[in-house]
């Protein structure tokens, strides 16, 4: 089947790399999870940026199955974009380029989303065995921004094509 996902350099470069986030969350938690997590881990994070959920140290791999979820779930995406709402009138004349730049928007997102749970996953091991919480306000957000600026800046794209 062929579906007319394109085939580019950028894109093996995003695959590696969303695939290098993969990699280095598992890694990151099986290394935490077997070395140095204590029994109970944080598992949530209060307005004030404190622990106010706790929970067993297994809970480590919530995040990377999540991010292995989204990952395969956009992967398979790409390959249908025949059915996405493009916010714009598609025609035969910007059909190709409004499916181009879908497909290179679900990329790149795939890429931001993934390394976004590694580093929050990186945080909860922080969190656990140091005891600490401070920044995590800074991270969420910087997070948030990744993934909005992400998605802004590619529907303005959409808009453009359109």
């Known amino acids: ?25 598992w890694a990151v938690a099986g290394w935490a999870r ?3 997590l204590p ?13 106010d959920t706790w929970g067993p140290a297994n809970q480590i791999f919530l995040m990377p199955a999540l991010a292995l979820g989204l990952y395969l779930a956009l992967t398979v995406a790409v ?5 996405f709402h493009y916010g714009v009138q598609v025609t035969e004349e910007n059909r190709a380029r409004l499916e181009a730049t879908a497909i290179l928007m679900i ?4 890429v931001v989303l993934v390394w976004v749970l590694a580093v929050l ?10 005891g600490t919480s401070s920044g995590i306000w800074m991270v969420v957000l910087l997070c948030f921004c990744a993934i909005l600026g992400t ?10 094509v359109g």
């Open 1 to 25: 089947m062929d579906s007319g996902y394109p085939v580019d350099r950028s894109r093996r470069v995003r695959e590696r790399a969303a695939m290098a986030a993969l990699a280095t969350m």
């Open 151 to 160: 998605v802004v800046w590619f529907l303005l794209a959409l808009q453009r």
């Open 107 to 110: 990329g790149w997102l795939k």
């Open 34 to 36: 077997w070395r140095l």
């Open 79 to 83: 390959h249908f974009p025949q059915s």
């Open 39 to 51: 029994k109970s881990i944080p598992v949530h994070f209060g307005f004030n940026g404190q622990p």
């Open 121 to 130: 996953v990186a945080f909860q091991v922080l969190s656990a065995t140091q």
